[in-house]
Nanobody, 114 residues
Framework: QVQLVESGGGLVQPGGSLSLSCAASGMIFSIYTMAWYRQAPGKQRESVAAIGRAGSTNYADSVKGRFTISRDNPKNTVYLQMTSLKPEDTAVYYC????????WGQGTQVTVSS
């Protein structure tokens, strides 16, 4: 059973930074492309960043240059460093594989507001 546990969200002012973590279990973490997704109220879930098995990355245009995804395979953990946060980054953030597993974690709320 795949389990994904996200953490690190919170309330931050515009222009601030946050670092998210996602601990994975029940899977051979190192063989999967992993990604961070987010879902804002009233909107569909979207992918914001992905990292391949060997560390190649790609980002949604909306976060390029501001967010950095990384992974630690021995720790079965994927990270998302977010800087220069904007109110439109407010959402629940989730991690999952690419393509996604059917099960999702609880997510972590990120709120960007003054």
């Amino acid at each position: 059973q795949v389990q994904l546990v996200e953490s690190g969200g919170g309330l931050v002012q515009p222009g601030g930074s946050l670092s998210l973590s996602c601990a994975a279990s029940g899977m051979i973490f190192s063989i999967y492309t992993m990604a961070w997704y987010r879902q804002a109220p009233g909107k569909q879930r979207e992918s914001v960043a992905a990292i391949g098995r060997a560390g190649s990355t790609n980002y949604a245009d909306s976060v390029k240059g501001r967010f950095t995804i990384s992974r630690d395979n021995p720790k079965n953990t994927v990270y998302l460093q977010m800087t220069s946060l904007k109110p439109e980054d407010t959402a629940v953030y989730y991690c999952n594989a690419v393509p996604t597993f059917s099960s999702w974690g609880q997510g972590t709320q990120v709120t960007v507001s003054s």
